[in-house]
């Protein structure tokens, strides 16, 4: 009998975006007959590499989900400080708005700074819902300075990854979430979902719960 021949490798597609703030760019990560998209952008230290973003983008296509790394106009020019929130929100707008025009339905989410800019303009751009990984709550060190309003006021579904360790907000910070938000509380897990060397869990198989958790919420809206 003749083994099956390995599947064709997926293409990852690259496309950059004209936006008011710079060129941005989208590394998709195509499902075959999508049922949605799930747009992510990065946090202020990192881009897209981001070991939960990249696990997403591995996980989810199989499942049905296209996943687009969207990195912000300042990291494709190569600076290495990120612009004040109203420009983050000026570089992703007009990618989101690309997306969710050429259908499947869309759902925008980030980590970190990400997650703040998908909150805040995910409803203006037509998305199903939002994703909020490492929600940064607050500034380390300073709870009085919370920025629970922008995860509060998104409008749509929305779901929290939230590690404990968090020192920009663990999930026993929060406060109650409506109706539309859920939160998955881990029990391990810092702001880049690492854990501890004591803990019952290593960090793929963290990441592994978060990509079957995410895909099964995306699944859910669509």
Not at 66 to 75: G, I, M, N, T, Y
Request: aromatic residues 4%.
């Amino acid at each position: 009998m003749t083994a099956d021949p390995d599947p064709a490798p997926v293409t990852v597609i690259q496309e950059l975006v004209p936006t008011p703030a710079g060129d941005a760019r989208i590394t998709l990560h195509p499902a075959a007959g999508p049922r949605a998209v799930l747009a992510l952008g990065h946090g202020a230290g990192g881009g897209v590499e981001a070991r939960d973003l990249a696990v997403l983008a591995a996980a989810l296509p199989p499942r049905g989900v296209s996943v687009a790394l969207v990195e912000q106009p300042w990291r494709v020019a190569g600076k290495k400080v990120a612009p004040a929130p109203r420009t983050l929100d000026t570089g992703w707008t007009p990618v989101a708005e690309r997306l969710a025009e050429a259908g499947p339905p869309l759902v925008v989410g980030g980590r970190s700074a990400g997650a703040r800019v998908a909150c805040r303009t995910g409803l203006a751009t037509g998305a199903a819902g939002v994703l909020a990984l490492a929600f940064p709550l607050h500034p380390p060190g300073k709870p009085e300075r919370s920025r629970a309003e922008e995860l509060l006021g998104t409008g749509l579904p929305t779901l929290v990854v939230q590690g404990a360790a968090d020192p920009f907000g663990g999930p026993a910070e929060f406060p109650e979430l409506p109706a539309s938000h859920e939160l998955l509380a881990l029990e391990y897990g810092n702001h880049g979902f690492e854990v501890p060397k004591r803990a019952p869990v290593e960090r793929e198989e963290l990441l592994e719960l978060i990509a079957a958790a995410v895909g099964d919420w995306v699944l859910r809206l669509v």
